[in-house]
């Protein structure tokens, strides 16, 4: 535990997480570090481990940008 | 969502909290104070928490307090401020998950956590009873919300010497403090948001301060300057400054030459509902009389309660 990452988000905190404005699932892209919410079509950047869940903050997703699975 | 009424710029507050990231720290002792009283108050309600959120965390002034509670009091404690730079601040004070969110759009999941904690944040949410409804949504059944917030007397000394000051120098006053809710409200507000067993009191913390200016500087230090959005959009001139401090200390000034400054605290306590927990009875249910268990004739005090 002492050396775990100050930069990695916390699973635990991912588990309650949805998104704001549509309260839909979200889906995490760790290579990306986003948070995706298919519904509203945006993504959440975390930054240094810390999600922020504003929509002002959010990244409008591409319409190429389309689920694998159809969820959400 | 158009025909929201907006009192609150939250843009703007989210840019007050964002500078005061740098300044709070000498600025901060009124909200650790808020922080501990609340705190206590948790310490009074006899069950653990295994997750816990405290929401408008500043630089984390509820996980500095809670570290006196007992072990295993709350399992995992995460934080969120509506300021990015505010929430990295108070991670970086406690390594604990921290994120940004805004009260008014809460990104947490149905009944996900066990406890909510509020510290001096929720006076500046447009729509409180929208948040409060959120609030108890993200409870687990038998969760509990817990929040300090300020209420109407905050800041009355401030509010006159300004009304004062502004209508005998520039013939019209703009509003200058926010209009927080008030006690009578409180209780009220949370049934509303569906909360069980509501509870709201407030007591009173009154700050003595060199003279207003101090005052003043205080609350840019704290990000707690006005974000209304019907606020005066011009700078206030010099004099007028000094005309508020001169009404200020003439009303109210201390006889030590110190200017007082009130702010009122509301506690308000409510529990997401469940199955099994305490009901208030009907009125007309009781099956024995008061006057018996205290052996003394009863009085009649007009009409009896009848079932509804």
Same mark, same amino acid.
């Given at each position: 535990?002492? $050396?775990?990452?100050?930069?990695?988000?916390?699973?635990?905190?991912?588990?309650?997480?949805?998104?704001?404005?549509?309260?839909?699932?979200?889906?995490?892209?760790?290579?990306?570090?986003?948070?995706?919410?298919?519904?509203?079509?945006?993504?959440?950047?975390?930054?240094?481990?810390?999600?922020?869940?504003?929509?002002?903050?959010?990244?409008?997703?591409?319409?190429?940008? $389309?689920?694998?699975?159809?969820?959400? | 969502?158009?025909?929201? +009424?907006?009192?609150?710029?939250?843009?703007?507050?989210?840019?007050?909290?964002?500078?005061?990231?740098?300044?709070?720290?000498?600025?901060?002792?009124?909200?650790?104070? #808020?922080?501990?009283?609340?705190?206590?108050?948790?310490?009074?309600?006899?069950?653990?928490?295994?997750?816990?959120?405290?929401?408008?965390?500043?630089?984390?002034?509820?996980?500095?307090?809670?570290? /006196?509670?007992?072990?295993?009091?709350?399992? &995992?404690?995460?934080?969120?401020?509506?300021?990015?730079?505010?929430? =990295?601040?108070?991670?970086?004070?406690?390594?604990?998950? $921290?994120?940004?969110?805004?009260?008014?759009?809460?990104?947490?999941?149905?009944? /996900?956590?066990?406890?909510?904690?509020?510290?001096?944040?929720?006076?500046?949410?447009?729509?409180?009873?929208?948040?409060? +409804?959120?609030?108890?949504?993200?409870?687990?059944?038998?969760?509990?919300?817990?929040?300090?917030?300020?209420?109407?007397?905050?800041? $009355?000394?401030?509010?006159?010497?300004?009304?004062?000051?502004?209508?005998?120098?520039? /013939?019209?006053? @703009?509003?200058? #403090?926010?209009?927080?809710?008030?006690?009578?409200?409180?209780?009220?507000?949370?049934?509303? =948001?569906?909360?069980?067993?509501?509870?709201?009191?407030?007591? &009173?913390?009154? #700050?003595?301060?060199?003279?207003?200016?101090? *005052?003043?500087?205080?609350?840019?230090?704290?990000?707690?300057?006005?974000?209304?959005?019907?606020?005066?959009?011009?700078?206030?001139?010099?004099?007028?400054?000094?005309? #508020?401090? !001169?009404?200020?200390?003439?009303?109210?000034?201390?006889?030590?030459?110190?200017?007082?400054?009130?702010?009122?605290? *509301?506690?308000?306590? /409510?529990?997401?509902?469940? !199955? @099994?927990?305490?009901?208030?009875?009907?009125?007309?249910?009781?099956?024995?009389? *008061?006057?018996? +268990?205290?052996?003394?004739?009863?009085?009649?005090?007009?009409?009896?309660?009848?079932?509804?």
């Amino acid at each position: 535990m002492a $050396t775990q990452n100050r930069a990695a988000v916390d699973p635990k905190l991912l588990e309650i997480l949805v998104c704001p404005l549509t309260k839909g699932p979200l889906r995490y892209d760790e290579a990306k570090q986003e948070l995706i919410s298919q519904k509203a079509g945006l993504a959440y950047p975390i930054r240094d481990g810390i999600p922020i869940m504003l929509v002002d903050e959010a990244r409008e997703l591409n319409p190429d940008e $389309t689920p694998s699975t159809a969820s959400g | 969502m158009a025909d929201r +009424i907006e009192v609150f710029d939250r843009r703007l507050l989210r840019q007050r909290r964002e500078r005061a990231v740098a300044t709070l720290a000498a600025h901060d002792f009124l909200f650790a104070e #808020v922080a501990t009283r609340l705190v206590d108050r948790l310490a009074d309600i006899r069950r653990d928490f295994s997750t816990a959120l405290d929401l408008g965390c500043h630089t984390g002034f509820i996980a500095k307090a809670a570290e /006196g509670l007992p072990a295993g009091k709350i399992g &995992t404690l995460f934080q969120a401020d509506l300021s990015p730079r505010m929430a =990295a601040a108070a991670r970086s004070n406690a390594d604990i998950p $921290t994120l940004a969110a805004d009260e008014e759009y809460l990104p947490f999941r149905d009944a /996900g956590l066990d406890l909510i904690l509020s510290c001096a944040s929720l006076h500046f949410v447009n729509d409180l009873p929208g948040a409060l +409804i959120q609030i108890q949504r993200a409870l687990k059944p038998d969760g509990v919300f817990l929040a300090a917030l300020f209420g109407g007397a905050t800041l $009355t000394e401030l509010r006159q010497a300004w009304l004062a000051a502004e209508t005998s120098l520039e /013939g019209g006053a @703009g509003p200058r #403090v926010a209009p927080f809710a008030d006690l009578s409200d409180a209780a009220g507000l949370l049934q509303r =948001a569906g909360f069980a067993m509501p509870v709201a009191d407030s007591d &009173t913390i009154t #700050v003595t301060y060199d003279n207003p200016l101090k *005052l003043m500087s205080d609350l840019r230090g704290m990000g707690e300057t006005n974000v209304l959005i019907e606020r005066r959009r011009t700078p206030t001139r010099r004099a007028t400054l000094t005309a #508020v401090a !001169e009404h200020y200390m003439a009303q109210f000034g201390g006889d030590d030459g110190r200017a007082p400054a009130t702010f009122q605290i *509301l506690y308000l306590t /409510g529990w997401a509902p469940a !199955e @099994g927990q305490p009901q208030a009875l009907k009125p007309g249910s009781a099956t024995s009389r *008061l006057a018996d +268990i205290f052996d003394t004739p009863e009085q009649s005090a007009g009409e009896k309660a009848g079932p509804r």
